[in-house]
């Protein structure tokens, strides 16, 4: 939203327009005084405003307190101390007096007491409470901006509006100290007193504005100059040679800004009939005081014919034999054509260098290029010029040069796949001169079509994708090809393969079946359905052990034999995958088997006897390898005995020796194992001694 802001001397604002303040508050709301001084020798005239509508219309119902202190102007003594220089406070006048007073012909006086007496126009007909409400509020706004603004311009409004005082009581050799303020306190508003400081002395000409500058325009006008304090201006022209002065503002002129611009220079614009008719300006300013300063030093400005012929229309534009172009186009006719320019560029958006010095007559639609760059684009723009150089220019008209050998295939490429899934590309760069770039392909099998990855042809060599490893393919693929200037395309680089990251594992395999025997225990399985398995490991525990690894497989293994196993002990076995990138898999759903006891243990071997005649003893000697809790168990047949048990030996035991033992006698031996689990081996091999 704009809005109109104006500005005072010393930089301070007179007013500036916010929204109003709400009815009640929990704190006061504070409201700055703004006042200001001007001696005119005889007399100082003081203006003042306040901060906003709410201030203003406080200050209006209670009154300002414009008081004086004097002093000497030699040596600063006090003379009188601060005294009212009016019996009541100064207020608004009344309807009354408005009627009474009012210069009609002052159309800001009018506007003051508009703006002071006029009726509010906002309705709630329309029974939106909240929207009234910002209506209101903007209304109020306004009025208040109005009507400070009419207390600059105009001295009449701003003595309606109780802004302004004229001290005619002063003195040459005195110096003045002025205070105002609001009359009485309020809970609303919290008023500050406003101080000036002026001597009668001090009374200085108003200065003429500086020279504005001018800016020449199409049929315009427009002269810029710095704000400088005034509140308005005025902007006077002459036509002939500044022995006439015509105003050519019907009303003062202040300059509007967006919310936030910069607001040092205001800018007028005067439009012209015609350009090249040379014209005087001046300004003059108005001050917060309603006066006019003297005009400024005039500045001459006039018009000039910024609009372009037609632009030529490109009918032809082809490479017709080596590295000749030839243009020809049409154009639109125009009194004040002066010719035409051609120019070339390497890019369509530019810049285009000219192609000749001097202009190409208004009657030719042709033109040869004898020099196009075989290795570059050719881009052709025509500039239609009139007589005061304004150009217009034809849309660009590409032109492709003929029997261009595309570039080499692309070569060189390698790559690589990090953790994250980006892909990096490199290739080596080809050596053409007419090289543009390259177009990056990709597929999901080598087989596969190659779809386009680079939106755009890349000038780079170097090309990142990124892609994603939750996938069931294990590997992507990439070739490049090579464009030229002339949009001329390569064949295929060769293709790039690269292997993703793995972060999926296998799958297991399943056990399909499995055999238990007394000594070892068969198992089958389905081997894993990953194709990046690399081998099977199978593992083992027996009962509430952990798991063992007890053998790594190949892909072809679906079969095993565990043989190291031990009687009526139960194992549980399951199968895990490993992948190229050693992942490995979760484990198969295990089996649980015991072997079984069928109470048969092997028997002893090497079982020999041999008569000892010196010690007069039968030595028995044998071999047996088994683990576990067992005993020997020894049988013996003497002559013509019967077979019976003779003894028992210890585990740790591998000989015997039989001293009761009789000439002319044979004797006949076999031994058993005896477990303490109950299981026993088949008898021994029987061994004869016979001692003579």
């Not at 005087?280 to 006039?302: A, D, K, M, N």
Request: proline share 6%; hydrophobic share 40%; charged share 25%.
């Amino acid at each position: 939203m704009k809005k109109i802001l104006f500005f005072i001397i010393l930089a301070l604002p007179f007013f500036r327009a916010v929204q109003a303040q709400p009815e009640s508050s929990a704190a006061p709301v504070k409201a700055r005084l703004h006042l200001l001084a001007k001696s005119y020798g005889d007399s100082i005239v003081l203006r003042w405003a306040v901060q906003d509508y709410g201030a203003w219309r406080y200050a209006n119902s209670r009154g300002f307190i414009l008081e004086r202190l004097t002093m000497n102007d030699a040596n600063n003594a006090v003379v009188e101390n601060f005294r009212p220089l009016t019996a009541s406070p100064i207020r608004p006048w009344t309807e009354a007096e408005w009627q009474q007073r009012l210069d009609r012909q002052d159309s800001f006086a009018v506007i003051a007491a508009q703006c002071l007496l006029g009726e509010s126009k906002v309705t709630t007909e329309s029974g939106n409470f909240f929207k009234a409400l910002d209506n209101k509020a903007k209304e109020d706004a306004n009025r208040f901006s109005f009507a400070m603004l009419a207390a600059d311009l105009s001295p009449q409004a701003a003595d309606g509006l109780g802004l302004r005082f004229v001290d005619r009581k002063v003195e040459q050799d005195k110096k003045y100290v002025y205070r105002l303020r609001v009359e009485g306190a309020s809970a609303k508003y919290e008023t500050d007193t406003a101080l000036f400081i002026l001597a009668t002395k001090h009374s200085f000409p108003l200065n003429p504005p500086p020279v504005p500058e001018v800016v020449a325009g199409d049929s315009t006008v427009t002269l810029t100059w710095l704000n400088l304090g005034f509140t308005a201006w005025h902007v006077e022209r002459s036509e002939n040679g500044g022995t006439n002065w015509r105003r050519i503002t019907k009303r003062p002129f202040l300059m509007s800004y967006e919310e936030g611009a910069q607001r040092e220079k205001n800018a007028f614009t005067d439009f012209t009939k015609d350009n090249y008719v040379g014209r005087l300006y001046r300004i003059r300013g108005i001050t917060p005081f309603g006066e006019l300063s003297p005009p400024s030093e005039p500045v001459e400005g006039h018009g000039i014919d910024q609009t372009p012929p037609f632009p030529p229309v490109i009918t032809f534009a082809e490479n017709t034999k080596g590295i000749i172009v030839e243009l020809r186009w049409d154009v639109a006719p125009a009194a004040d054509l002066k010719g035409f320019l051609v120019a070339k560029s390497n890019e369509a958006a530019g810049p285009y260098e000219p192609m000749m010095e001097d202009l190409l007559p208004v009657n030719v639609r042709s033109f040869t290029d004898r020099n196009a760059d075989e290795f570059a684009r050719n881009y052709y723009r025509v500039y239609s010029l009139d007589e005061h150089g304004n150009p217009a220019a034809s849309m660009p008209a590409y032109v492709v040069m003929r029997n261009q050998a595309p570039p080499a295939r692309p070569f060189g490429l390698v790559g690589n796949i990090d953790t994250a899934g980006v892909v990096t590309l490199q290739w080596l760069k080809g050596r053409e001169r007419d090289l543009w770039g390259y177009q990056v392909f990709f597929a999901n099998q080598a087989d596969h079509e190659f779809h386009n990855l680079s939106k755009e042809v890349l000038t780079d060599t170097v090309f990142f994708d990124t892609i994603s490893l939750k996938s069931l393919t294990e590997k992507i693929y990439y070739r490049v090809k090579a464009v030229d200037l002339n949009y001329a395309v390569s064949e295929f680089s060769e293709v790039l393969e690269l292997k993703k990251p793995d972060f999926i594992p296998p799958v297991p395999p399943v056990f399909t079946d499995y055999l238990v025997t007394d000594t070892s225990i068969f198992l089958q399985w389905a081997p894993t359905s990953s194709e990046d398995a690399v081998k099977q490991i199978l593992y083992r525990k027996a009962e509430n052990n952990d798991w063992r690894k007890i053998s790594d497989l190949t892909l072809a293994q679906t079969i095993f034999t565990d043989k190291n196993v031990v009687k009526q002990v139960t194992y549980s076995y399951t199968l895990t995958a490993m992948d190229d990138d050693g992942l490995e898999s979760e484990k198969s759903f295990p089996v649980t088997l015991r072997v079984y006891d069928t109470g048969l243990r092997p028997a002893i071997s090497l079982l020999k006897a041999m008569w000892d005649e010196e010690a007069k003893t039968i030595r028995l000697s044998w071999q047996y390898n088994e683990q576990g809790n067992y005993r020997f168990v020894l049988y013996r047949q003497a002559g013509d005995e019967l077979l019976r048990k003779y003894g028992t030996l210890e585990s740790s035991g591998r000989d015997f020796e039989d001293n009761k033992v009789a000439k002319n006698r044979t004797y006949r031996y076999f031994i058993k194992v005896e477990f303490k689990d109950g299981g026993k081996s088949l008898p021994s091999e029987e061994v004869l001694v016979s001692i003579d």
